[in-house]
């Protein structure tokens, strides 16, 4: 498929480890998005690449997430000593680009619990 | 800050059973509204995107409709497997590569 992937889908560990998401975009697209998909609540901004930068992480909920991604393709976030409230749905999406209305296209999610 | 808000929370259809779901909204300078359909488990898969009042958009049995509040997808005579989590995502006219998203609507359609 030509969809955006993402590993792993599923990810348990203990609190206070670090974990690595990674998200691999549709060929093409140089935008990249990161969203959080909490229980019951709608999906969370959290931080937006334009080719290599980001020019936006005022969503990344303190400093221990970071993003980063290399290429114009394949994207990591990384959670530094997880917390419990860490616990939640951590989807990618890319776009063709984000000079238009182009809708954003999302991966399945990696589903992330921290015991 | 942009604010949506989806209603119902969760709506149980009849197979057959027409209805709507509303996508209310507040944003400084509206650039498109989009809607979103999420199975379990699953991430949002792209239906549609409004941009202005009066526009309509039509895919299959789910029809969208945006004015300058709120929008409404109608489900048309609905099968079971139409049975989802519809969202709905507004898109400022600044930081326009910032959706913001409800909460959404969990429809199940019986047979």
């Known amino acids: 498929g030509a969809g955006v992937s993402q590993s792993p889908s599923n990810k348990v560990t203990e609190k206070g480890k670090d974990v690595e998401l990674r998200c691999d975009p549709i060929?093409?697209?140089?935008?990249l998005y990161w969203y959080r998909q909490s229980l019951g609540q709608g999906l969370e901004f959290l931080i937006y690449f334009q080719g290599n930068s980001a020019p936006d992480k005022s969503g990344l909920p303190s400093d221990r997430f970071s993003a980063e991604r290399t290429g114009g393709s394949v994207s990591t976030l990384t959670i530094q000593r997880t917390q419990q409230e860490d616990s939640a749905v951590y989807l990618c999406?890319?776009?063709?680009?984000?000079?238009?209305?182009?809708?954003?296209?999302f991966g399945d999610g990696t589903r992330l619990s921290i015991l | 800050e942009d604010q949506v808000t989806q209603s119902p929370e969760a709506l149980r259809l009849q197979e057959g059973e027409s209805s709507s779901l509303n996508c209310s909204y507040t944003?400084?300078?509206?650039?498109?509204l989009f809607w979103y359909r999420q199975d379990p488990g699953k991430g949002p898969e792209f239906l549609f995107t409004l941009y202005s009042a009066g526009e309509e958009k039509e895919k299959e049995r789910l029809k969208a409709t945006l004015t300058k509040k709120e929008s409404f997808l109608h489900i048309t005579a609905p099968k079971p497997e139409d049975s989802a989590t519809y969202l709905c995502a507004v898109q400022p006219r600044s930081n326009d590569y910032k959706l913001s998203f409800g909460a959404g609507t969990t429809v199940t359609v019986r047979a």
């Open positions: 060929s093409g697209h140089t935008a």
């Open positions: 999406a890319s776009s063709l680009n984000n000079y238009s209305n182009q809708p954003q296209h």
């Open positions: 944003v400084s300078g509206l650039r498109g």
